[in-house]
């Protein structure tokens, strides 16, 4: 009988892998406390139209990406593709817009059909983050500030670089929309077959063609920023200053437009040259007038999405990722003979509650003295502690190092060599092993 395997582009995240993915979600989650923002999950199952409401139903993510299907009840339901249009559904249906101020945010799977590649996956994860009724640019500052110390935090503040736009009203990207509609039609043969569809669905994502033939036609465009109107360039403006007065770097780039209806102002991305043609690992912008479009009342509203999967490239690709985030244990604790598990048991439950982190392992399973020390060593841990039918009469633990610990601060030649010592004190015994 045939293996059934995953489905293509959905992956599994293995054991060895684990790690590095709690490093990053946790150190994005202390920096996002550390900004007041507060923690929402929604379903990973959504009525189709609100993705069509929200997203545009001539974006490619709803033409072609989305996964959607009939229930049982013939309602038509949808994998959610992307976090925005959930999140403000949760919160009008839940009460917490109207009159409020709300920073939240969210992590968890999406779900897009496409050709998966490096980095892109057809079932993929983001770290979003959402905020509601604010409306000046102190907001949108704030947000890319923050993302700014996730960089450092994990050491890819050199790598990544900030490139930032604003769209404007729907009225000025309108009357945009009218113009480089207008221009493109006058240079059809030099574009590529997908601005050609485009020219007549969603003209302004040709900006964001990577074609080379279209990217020239493209350089005597009309500019973004001759239509703004007054009110987004103040918006702008002040944003840029509040940047700058914060030592946050940028690039301003008039084609930068992403790829959803619903933005507007603001639209923001940090992009690095080290995942090759998929350069943006985080994206977002302000989005003023979705939550009434989706049928709540006018509420401004800016959030961001970033790729875990693309991040966790970036930090294998560059050794960002401490030595120490593993699965490694850090005592494996050996029981031979009889009657040497129940001692094994309560030690191991004695260390567990007076180092709360600690990852103490207990042989289970039986086997001889030989291939318990074989696992041992294999778990990774510094130490192991040895139980058996002798320490019991003597009350006492064998405490032997696993590995050469010369390098471990605070941990001196002696402590190197196996030492059997009192069960009483075997608590200030390993301390030197795990400083």
Known sequence: MAKIQAIRGMNDILPEQTP???????????????YGYSEIRMPIVEQTE??????????????????????????????????????????????????????????????????????????FNQIGVECFGMQGPDIDAEMIIMTARFWTALGLLDNVTLQINSLGTSEARAEYKTA?????????????????????????????????GTQRVLDNAPDFSDYLDAESKEHFEKLLGLLDASGVGYEVNSRLVRGLDYYSKTVFEWVTSDLGAQGTVCAGGRYDGLVEQLGGKPTPGVGF?????????????????????????????????????????????????????LRVVTHCGGGSFKSQMKKADKSGAPVALIIGENEIKNKTVIVKPLRDLSQVEGLSDVNRHQVETPIRDVLDTIEGYLA
């Not at 221009?183 to 990577?210: H, Q």
Request: glycine fraction near 6%; charged fraction near 30%.
């Open 305 to 357: 999405a970033m790729g875990v999967e693309r991040l966790i490239l970036m930090l294998e690709s560059l050794a960002k990722i401490p030595a120490e985030v593993n699965n490694s244990a850090d005592i494996f604790i050996v029981a031979v003979g009889e009657g040497t598990q129940i001692e094994a048991f309560q030690l191991a439950e004695i260390l567990r509650n007076e180092f709360l982190s």
């Open 50 to 123: 609100l993705f069509k409401r929200s997203i545009g139903e001539v974006t490619d993510i709803v033409e072609k990406e989305m996964y959607t299907f009939e229930d049982r009840n013939g309602d038509s339901l949808t994998l959610r593709p992307e976090g925005t249009a959930c999140c403000v559904r949760a919160a009008e249906q839940n009460g917490l817009l109207f009159n409020q101020t709300q920073k939240l945010w969210y992590c968890g799977p999406m779900f897009r059909h496409e050709r998966p590649q490096k980095g892109r996956y057809r079932q």
């Open 20 to 34: 590095k993915w709690q490093y990053l979600e946790d150190t994005v989650r202390r920096v996002l406390q550390s």
């Open 180 to 212: 480089l509609v207008t221009y493109l039609s006058g240079n059809l043969d030099a574009l590529d077959d997908d601005s050609k569809k485009r020219l007549e669905t969603n003209p302004l994502r040709i900006l964001d063609s990577k074609n080379e």
